[in-house]
């Protein structure tokens, strides 16, 4: 049977792209995150799909009478791919402040915004439900003739595992999706204050099996399909990183046997349970300059430009409270913030001006460190994630994409999540306090953390 005569005449999920998956109830009805990466690319030109969409594919990912985003970042939702869906209705989660919902309802999108945690009908045999985490990314479940389907995107399992396990338990047949891979899709362009590059943890480029049985283990899930795993790089600023993406072939290793295997870019037949795998074209990447997509390593701060990262930062309190500085060198002149924190602790940013003043302007800094162009030094910390400042999670989790940025903010914020999450929250936050404890002593990149971390979701 060939991939279209099965879309036209089954009950189907199909896997594609990066983090899109097709549900057919008899045609397309639901896609998720369609970046349409093989044409437009994301982080400021940075990133592209590893492999072609088909073409049959495409098709079905215009015509599906439902889109559902994740989260933000533009490996999911991208603001390009985003136009070619105009007409169609737009499935969001119940993320805490809507930014997402504001952004794109202004642009005149049709939104719904997907109550947390209960199922909704999309079709006689399809249903949906989505959970939000407080990193303000999401997770949908999808039951297709009574066959589940957890779509774990980039979330995780914070403070759901336990939640998605007693919903897993009612299904006979389950199929965990989930980003895993060597690590390079975080900040990796990483250095030390005394000039010296932090080799990544993707560097041992560790078995990402290992990583989806620990979700499939946390959730119940009975089959892994690998997912939101699949962008390469293309400025010649940041095509450095491609020796840390993770090869389609890798997925299997450190893969427990208990587990059924579904490779990505498969169809499973929720009827039959028959599975049909079709690897799509390799993507070959030609190197763009970092000048194609507006930016000039020479090019300077103006002084309006300084106004607008002091605001920008002003606004965001634990880090005011907790770095000494923040350091932007552009174009080879320093421009630096003088902070309330301790004098030794900072970071020093060296990026080029016109992606810098988009992600200060368009409140998406986090698109800066993921595209791994821009080179960050660190004074007095560990690691982004350190700490009462957590950069991370203050200036792009919770700041720009939360919309909560003071203290107070970040505490009512904290405490939505608290609610939906209940008793899982706190698990959550004793996870960070390990987390921080290891990281600080040991390094985020070290084999203890990834030990711990391992120990943690047999336990949870």
Not at 4 to 27: E, F, M, S
Not at 133 to 157: E, H, M, P, R, Y
Not at 312 to 337: A, H, M, P, Q
Request: glycine share 8%.
């Amino acid at each position: 049977m060939t991939l279209a005569t099965a879309v036209n005449r089954r009950q189907q999920v199909t896997t594609t792209g990066n983090a899109t998956l097709i549900a057919y109830d008899g045609g397309p009805v639901l896609v998720t995150d369609p970046w349409i990466g093989d044409e437009e690319a994301a982080y400021f030109g940075s990133w592209v799909l590893s492999h072609v969409i088909p073409r049959e594919l495409k098709q079905d990912i215009y015509q599906a009478e439902y889109v559902w985003f994740s989260h933000g970042h533009p490996d999911h939702l991208n603001p390009i791919s985003l136009e070619r869906f105009r007409g169609r209705k737009i499935l969001l989660p119940d993320h805490v402040n809507s930014r997402i919902l504001k952004d794109i309802s202004a642009l005149g999108y049709q939104v719904s915004v997907l109550p947390d945690r209960k199922w909704v009908s999309l079709s006689p045999n399809l249903r949906i439900q989505s959970i939000t985490t407080v990193i303000q990314d999401s997770i949908l479940l999808l039951d297709l003739c009574g066959k589940l389907f957890i779509n774990l995107n980039d979330a995780g399992v914070r403070d759901c595992a336990r939640y998605i396990r007693s919903v897993c338990a009612g299904y006979r047949h389950s199929y965990l999706m989930a980003l895993s891979g060597y690590g390079d899709a975080d900040m990796i362009n990483l250095y030390k204050d005394d000039g010296s590059f932090i080799t990544p943890r993707a560097a041992r480029k560790p078995a990402p099996g290992r990583k989806l049985t620990e979700f499939a283990k946390a959730t119940g899930a009975k089959a892994i399909i690998p997912f939101s795993s699949f962008h390469q790089y293309q400025r010649t600023d940041s095509i450095w990183a491609q020796r840390f993406t993770t090869p389609v072939a890798a997925f299997t290793e450190g893969l427990s046997p208990e587990f059924e295997y579904v490779p990505p870019f498969s169809s499973v037949d929720c009827n039959d349970l028959t599975i049909e795998t079709r690897e799509p074209e390799p993507l070959t990447v030609t190197a763009k300059a970092p000048e194609e997509f507006g930016d000039n390593w020479s090019d300077v701060l103006e002084k309006d430009d300084c106004s607008q990262i002091t605001a920008y930062f002003s606004r965001k309190e634990l880090i005011r409270d907790y770095f000494g500085f923040i350091n932007f060198n552009v174009g080879g002149r320093d421009f630096t913030l003088r902070l309330r924190g301790k004098a030794r602790r900072g970071i020093s940013f060296a990026v080029p001006r016109t992606s810098l003043m988009s992600a200060i302007r368009y409140r998406i800094f986090d698109d800066l460190l993921i595209g791994n162009f821009m080179k960050t030094t660190l004074h007095g910390v560990s690691s982004l994630y350190e700490g009462k400042g957590n950069f991370n999670y203050h200036a792009t989790k919770f700041g720009d994409n939360g919309l909560a940025e003071t203290e107070e903010e970040v505490r009512s914020y904290l405490a939505e999540y608290r609610r939906r999450a209940g008793i899982e929250y706190l698990l959550g936050v004793l996870e960070d306090k390990s987390k921080d404890f290891v990281v600080r002593f040991a390094g985020k990149n070290s084999r203890v953390y990834g030990a711990l971390k391992s120990a943690y979701f047999q336990l949870r």
